[in-house]
């Protein structure tokens, strides 16, 4: 009883898979009717499987290069603008060479609180040079006077709300003379606690954080702040800020110099822009070359089928029919190399990101996504156009002239 369940289960999995078969072959059927071109166009692919896969190779790499060569100078343009943005949104105001003062007065000062109101944050500094001695030596460093370090210098613990007492140190500093939170150095004969030891800082600021000592501002003889360095909320409101100081305070003569990169990043942007174009033009190369590729498989292969297009014609085949024919065929080796080159160069830059130090989150952007598609419809096009042609000529021949080979 057994047996014949087993022998029962096997007939109807093999008539389930009769039935599977059947119902695909039935599909395709239905397709090739629906779309006769398409199906006669794959038929005469696979008939020239080893031609037709050459030509949509050079699609294939092509796209590849396009699609890598684009993704990658969007990431690194990303992720300088990234690096560097902090820098483009920080303006330093310092008093001018000619009015030949130190410090910044009340209307300086007041001024520049106008101008950065609903911008960023105002930040008065005292700075000078000076030479710190700690447990591990003597160092020379940039010390500055704030009440309000974490908005220059980072949050670190021990970093406090307003900075009344002790000494923040730079990692620099730190490790040249072996401090730590609870050491002790000396500046100008006079002693500070160490209360918070600044991270190494990643972003590039003309304040050199790691090379910095921060004290609060009352430990300087000066009353007056030497500058004043307002953090923008973005690079527009920097620059906005900047030419509203300029505006107010330089009008009938020069009282500060204002410090600002926000013009220095828009003309980096213009080189990773121009870099970008360059690239995708040099890429753009090797698919006009895919595309002369398909041009020459094409043109082959109308001159191989001159008697079967011309049977066609003669049985009734009109002209449109056998024009959409090969055009199909070029436009499936461009889809199908297109697809497969997007895939090969996304899967190409996110292993880059992978094993070097790109971030992977400068790759994944939509301007990238913009790049795939784009390099997609050009690959698409460029076949389509290598096509056009051949498949023309084919097509406006007469019969009588196929017939004859």
């Known amino acids: 009883m057994a047996d014949g369940g087993s022998r029962d289960g096997d007939a109807d999995a093999e008539r389930a898979g009769h039935g599977d078969v059947a119902a695909l072959a039935a599909l395709a059927d239905r397709l090739g009717r629906r779309f006769p071109a398409v199906s006669l166009a794959l038929r005469n692919l696979s008939r020239q499987r080893l031609r037709a896969g050459l030509a949509a190779l050079g699609i294939v790499i092509g796209v590849f290069a396009v699609v890598s060569l684009g993704m990658l100078g969007t990431a690194l343009q990303g992720a300088a603008t990234e690096e560097l943005g902090g820098l483009g949104n920080q303006v330093i105001i310092s008093p001018a060479p000619e009015t030949e003062s130190d410090t910044l007065d009340g209307r300086d000062l007041a001024v520049i609180e106008r101008a950065a109101a609903g911008r960023g944050e105002v930040v008065r500094l005292k700075s000078t040079g000076a030479t710190v001695s700690g447990t591990g030596g003597r ?50 004969g ?57 505006d107010g305070l330089n009008a009938r003569e020069r009282r500060v110099s204002v410090f600002s990169l926000t013009s220095v990043l828009s003309q980096i942007s213009e080189f990773f822009a121009l870099l970008n174009g360059f690239l995708l033009a040099v890429a753009g190369v090797s698919l006009v070359v895919a ?22 014609r003669a049985v009734g085949i009109h002209r449109d029919q056998v024009l959409r024919t090969l055009l199909v065929e070029a436009t499936l080796l461009g ?37 795939a598609l784009g390099a997609f419809a050009f690959g698409a096009t460029v076949a389509l156009v290598g096509g056009l042609y051949p498949a023309y000529r084919a097509a406006w021949e007469p019969p009588v002239e196929s017939l004859r080979g």
């Open 291 to 312: 595309g002369v590729s398909i041009f020459n498989v094409m043109l082959m292969t109308v001159s191989e089928r001159r008697g079967e297009i011309g049977v066609l």
């Open 139 to 188: 160092s020379f460093a940039q010390v500055y006077g704030t009440t309000n370090p974490a908005a220059l210098f980072g949050d670190a613990p021990g970093v406090p709300d307003y900075h009344r007492q002790g000494a923040l140190v730079g990692a620099d500093v730190a490790g040249a003379l072996d401090l730590r939170v609870g050491s002790q150095i000396t500046i100008e």
């Open 335 to 371: 889809v199908g190399g297109g697809a497969l080159g997007v895939v090969l160069g996304t899967v190409g830059v996110v292993l880059v990101a992978f094993n070097t130090e790109l971030p992977l989150d400068a790759v994944l952007v939509p301007a990238n996504a913009f790049v």
């Open 190 to 246: 006079n002693s500070y606690r160490v209360v918070a030891v600044f991270p190494e800082q990643s972003s590039i600021t003309p304040l050199r954080a790691d090379s910095a000592v921060v004290l609060p501002p009352g430990e300087f003889a000066t009353d007056g702040f030497s500058q004043v360095v307002v953090q923008a909320a973005s690079g527009e409101d920097a620059e906005a800020v900047a030419g509203e100081v300029r």
